[in-house]
């Protein structure tokens, strides 16, 4: 059903890091580089074990803004699932992370996931525009999970 290519309003964007003799530095968003309608409401980092992946979900309403920087590598997985969409029904997939630092702007409606191809634990920083369970953690996860649907269509390789 999914053909390859590009998503339509994903944004993909390489991280620079700034070294010094100190360590590093990347900015992994800055607001004016970013949509308004895609500004962060809150921020989470996550740490994920090698050959796990997390996902494949997607929201209604929310956008993520991810960045991948290391330490270790991810395979990030896309669908199109958005009828309106001109991409509708594509796929792409690619690599971020330490060997290739990015973030991502992942729309509603687009199903991702993401899993830890590296040798070592993976980090990942998230900035939705939208509260996890909203204003006090009191309303419905915006969340449609399809990672424990025997029959889901959007499968990792």
Do not use: C
Not at 53 to 58: D, I, M, Q, T, Y
Not at 123 to 136: C, H
């Amino acid at each position: 059903m999914f053909h390859t290519g590009t998503i339509h309003d994903v944004v993909i964007r390489d991280l620079k890091k700034y070294t010094d003799a100190r360590g590093w530095l990347s900015e992994l968003f800055r607001e004016d580089e970013i949509e308004k309608k895609y500004l962060p409401a809150m921020a989470y980092i996550s740490m994920t074990n090698t050959g796990i992946a997390r996902g494949p979900h997607e929201h209604v309403d929310q956008t993520d803004v991810f960045a991948f920087i290391g330490p270790s590598n991810f395979k990030i997985y896309l669908w199109d699932n958005r009828k309106e969409s001109p991409t509708f029904q594509s796929k792409f997939v690619f690599i971020a992370g330490e060997e290739a630092p990015r973030s991502v702007i992942i729309p509603p409606g687009v199903v991702h996931a993401y899993k830890n191809v590296g040798s070592s634990l993976g980090m990942v920083v998230n900035f939705p525009n939208r509260l996890f369970a909203g204003r006090g953690k009191k309303e419905p996860v915006d969340e449609i999970r399809h990672e424990n649907q025997s029959d889901s269509e959007f499968t990792l390789d």
